[in-house]
């Protein structure tokens, strides 16, 4: 793997986590812990594309195609609510 080297400014407090992490032998040096956070940041990413374009854009045209599928907020919100209070008298807290 080709190495290129960077130089970066940190907030004192990211530059003192890193630090940190390295001092407990979590990661080897500096490198690492970053290295790591952009592997993360990287996966977070495509988890992210991944639901957009197998879930929501599905969805968003369906209902581009069909509007009467939809339901209108002041509905959702009402059975969310309703089911809230169900929960409450289930568990004995009341409301």
């Not at 080297?5 to 986590?17: C, D, F, G, I, M």
């Not at 500096?30 to 854009?57: F, N, P, Q, S, Y």
């Amino acid at each position: 793997m080709a190495v290129e080297n960077r130089t970066v400014s940190l907030p004192q407090e990211q530059a003192e986590y890193i630090d940190q992490l390295v001092s407990t032998g979590a990661y080897a040096d500096d490198g690492d812990v970053l290295r790591a956070g952009l592997a993360g940041l990287k996966e977070r990413d495509e988890i992210l594309e991944r639901w957009l374009r197998e879930d929501v854009v599905p969805v968003a045209a369906a209902m581009d195609a069909n509007p009467g599928l939809a339901i209108p907020a002041e509905d959702v919100f009402a059975g969310l609510r309703a089911l809230h209070a169900e929960r409450l008298r289930a568990s004995g807290d009341g409301l």
